[in-house]
Structures are given as C-alpha cells and as structure tokens.
C-alpha cells in the first residue's frame, strides 16, 4: 500500500511528537540529539518556560547554537546556572526536582528497561556499549521518562541483555516494591510509532502516517500491546518545521 | 608538564584526568603515554579520547568509570579492542553510573569511607560490580545505595587560570573537578594562564581548588585541544569526529600517536605542528558583569 508522505524527516516527526508531550514550566533533563531538539523547539513555541537541565551541570541553559555534545560550551553562555555534577544528581535529581528525564536506549524491552552497557554477556560481550552515564538515576528518579530513538527487532528485544537503567523491571509494581522515586517510563517515540505504559508494559497508541501494524511487529521481539484507540502521530506544522531546520538544526546533524 | 608526571605519576599509581566534555588535559593525558607509564589504573566518569588514547597505548590495567564514549561522535575503538579481544592488552572494568562516580569522589574527598545514595535499585550494574552495595539508614531504616570512597593517586585539573602556588579559577561546567583534586594524594594543576595572586584574591569565588592541596602547577596554553576551556578555545569538533576512523584500527590508531604523541617533544611542538588550525576556534568574547566584593 503506498501511501503518499508528506514532506519531513521521521526524525522531525519525533521531535514533534516528544515536544509537544512537554508542558510549560517543567523542568526537563535533555539529552543530545533528537532530545535536545525536542525540548528546544518546544521552548519556542508553546512552552518559553520549560527549564532545560543538561547533565554537565547547565540549569536554564539557552543554547544559541546546535549543542554537539552534552558538555558543549554553548550551554554555559546565557544559561542561569552552571553547577557541579555533584550538584547536578544530588539535589536537582535525587532531589526531585525533575520532571522529564529523556533517555536513549540501544535496547529497550517490553517494561521499558533500557541497556546501553553490552549486547551479550557482560564479562564477555559482543559489543560494549558507553554504559550508563546518568542514565541509571534519571529512570530512576524522573517523575516521567520519556524514550526516543529508533525501533528494530534487534533494538526491541522482549527481555534486554542487561538493564543499565530500569523501566517498570518486570512488571507493574516492581518500581514502588523497589522504592524509586519516579513513575518511569511514560512515552516511547520510535521510527513507527509512539508507545505508552499499562500496567507496566509498553502499548502502541499511535502509528507515524505512511507506518504500518505489521511494520510495528516485524520490528518488535514481543507480541506488542495495540492499544484500542490506536491513533495516527500528528505530522509536523510548518512553522515547528521551520525552527527545527532554520534554527535549531541548521546543518542537519541530528534530523 | 614532563616533570609534574615523571614525579607524580608512576606505574601502578591510580590517576583521575577529570573534565565532564571541558577542560579535558591532553597535554597530560600524551605526556603520561610519552614516558610510556604502565599498569595504571584510570579514573573518570567520562572516559573519552584521552583514554581510548591510554588504553590503546597500552599504559593501563583498569579502568573505573561510568560512561566510555566519543562525547556526540561515537564509540571509543581503542577501549572497545581492549575489552572485547584483549587488544594491546586486557583491561579490567569497574563501572557505575554518573552519581555512582561523583558519590565516591565526594566520599574520597570527605574522606569518608563510603557514600549513600539513592540509586541502583532494579539496575544490573550492582550485579557486576560487587562494590555497589546497600545500607540501611539508621534513623529511617530505609535501604539505600552504597559505594566505596575513591582516593586515587593523583588528580589531574586543567583550570582556565592559577596563581603560582596553584589557587585555580574555573569557570563554565565545573564537572568533578573540585572533588577528585580533594579525593586525590596529589594534585597536579594544569592552565591556561598564570596570574598573580592578586587576580585571585580580586574573585575569590571563583577559586574551585586552593593551592594548598596543589602539589605541581604546570603552564600549558592550549593543553585541552581538542577538547575546549570556555572563554579560550572551542571544542574541536572535527578531530573528534574523525577519531572515530583513526581509532577503529590500530595501525591508524598507532600511526596517530606516532605522529602527534611520540612525535613531538611536549605540548608546545604539538600546538605549533597544529598551526593555523587553532585560529578558528579561538572563542569570541562573552565577559560577565564584575560584582562588588566590597564591605
């Protein structure tokens, strides 16, 4: 069935769908890449007061170029605060203070548990990954997770090889019976889709225009949730276009 | 910089080069693989480019850390060879996460035998590593994280500016830098600038380690490259994107410390074969308003 696309990026679509997930006022701790962007477009259009914490210790940054990585210098200048990392994950994290943590996983499962340490086993893995980084507390501690990235059958495996940071583990009540703080993962953005969590599992809500079910489940490991009002993603407006290739994104590193 | 390292990093010893992205001392980082130390055990949430660079100069047995990558560019290839085939030789890993790290720094620097953290919990990584372990708190009873204090050996610090005696002003992302010089047995300073003792008492705040735990200042302009100092330089992005080729096999990645490592004699000959290059990121001017620290 060939469905006529209109004229964006998938990547653009995730953007949009996680920006506009964001609302004003919160306190948001971003990532690089297609987080970064998802945060900063929302700031410029329905959300001015959406207060961007980088791990690197940048609190209220106003990055004024692409940032290329979480310590770029552009998220110092203009920014209200610039702490220490022990700062950072003391009392901005373990302290509350985050709304939505956005985090990436090279593997995501059903519950949301995401690896970014092995594939394989870990004292002798096929691939070594980066590791945890913040990402082990911000599931933890986030009052909401939000999962961006892209979707394979590889990358979402029902049970991933090693939970670097914690979704709902292996079911609804594991994270209180744990004591985390946060409500875990509360949105997932893939190539495909845009999933949710019931009862700790992840569920299809709506499906990217020009995706199909069938795309979803060739690219899932698991027989996925479909949720019975299943809707398609809004595409992106014009104008959300516009600030993300003219001004956040000029180069078109990330979209 | 060759005397701070022959005298304070020896093989065997355990080092921190911190900087989270900023402030990442090269300079040091080849110096310490120059005198082609051995056996060493590496520190740092971060371990990026200096540390593929150790690793796959083969100067080190361990590595602690929490996150090992190409900060926006990519995996590290030299660390991943020796992780997965023992190439140039095995490394043994002792991981965490962020806090996890910056926990037992700030234990090391209190000098405190442990940290407690709220952390871990439904995580594989305390499966793995043995030293995260729990405690319980004795006026809640709530069971909570628990890592070891790390007080390596030596820390090394690259400051935008310090005095003489090493009373060194950092600004922009502070990292850890503050608590594994105070965790760390020596400290070595490294700077952009040296400045009287005068501009350092004229902004006392801004002083993120005190010389009075400096054990050697070391004057290297443009020690980071390619990493960046805010208000001196930029981040060098296109060497870091193109280490993701030379790193991915040896002999590129041995030709590169040929040339830029082996092949010159310290910091100051690396920074003139570099030449022009650095004009371009030289960083524009973005000065704050001066306070009033008068009574």
Known sequence: MAIELPNFTPNELMVCAAARQLSDGEVVFVGIGLPNLACNLARRLHAPKLVLVYESGAIGADPKRLPISIGDPSLVTDSLSVCSMFDVFTYYLQGGLIDVGFLQGSQVDRFGNLNTTVVGDYRQPKVRLPGSGGACEIAIHAKRVFVIGPQSKRSFPERVDFITSPGFVDGPNTRKELGMPGAGPALVITSFGCYEFVDGEMVLTSLHPGCTLEQVRENTGWEVRVSSNLATTGIPSPEELRIIREELDPTHLFI | ?295
């Open chain 2, 1 to 295: 910089m060759s005397d701070a390292v022959r005298r304070f990093v020896q093989d065997g010893d355990s080092i921190v080069i911190e900087g989270f992205t900023h402030l990442i001392c090269f300079a040091a980082a080849h110096e310490i693989i120059r005198q082609r130390r051995r056996e060493l055990t590496i520190c740092r949430l971060t371990p990026d480019l200096i540390y593929d660079q150790l690793i796959g100069a083969g100067c080190v047995s361990k590595l602690i850390f929490s996150w090992a990558g190409n900060p926006g560019a990519g995996p590290l290839y030299a660390f991943r060879r020796a992780v997965e085939q023992g190439i140039p030789t095995p490394i043994e890993l002792e991981e965490y996460s962020h806090f996890g790290m910056v926990a037992r720094l700030t234990a090391g620097a209190a000098k405190l035998p442990f940290y407690p953290l709220r952390d871990y919990m439904g995580s594989d990584l305390p499966r793995v590593n043995p030293l995260i372990k729990t405690v319980v708190c004795p006026f809640t009873g709530e069971e909570l994280a628990a890592v070891p204090a790390l007080n390596p050996h030596v820390a090394i610090i690259h400051a935008q500016r310090a005095d003489e005696n090493g009373n060194a002003q950092i600004w922009g992302l502070l990292g850890v830098q503050k608590e594994a010089a105070f965790a760390s047995k020596h400290v070595i300073v490294v700077v952009e600038e040296i400045v009287s003792e005068s501009v350092i008492r004229s902004d006392p705040n801004r002083t993120l380690i005190p010389g009075l735990i400096v054990d050697a200042v070391v004057h290297e302009p443009f020690g980071c490259h390619p990493s960046y100092a805010q208000g001196f330089y930029d981040r060098d992005n296109d060497f870091y994107v193109s280490w993701r080729e030379i790193s991915q096999n040896e002999q590129q990645f041995n030709s590169y410390l040929n040339e830029w490592v082996f092949g010159v004699r310290d910091r100051a000959e690396y920074i003139a074969r570099l030449g022009d290059a650095l004009s371009r990121l030289r960083a524009k001017p973005a000065f704050c308003e001066a306070v009033n620290y008068g009574y």
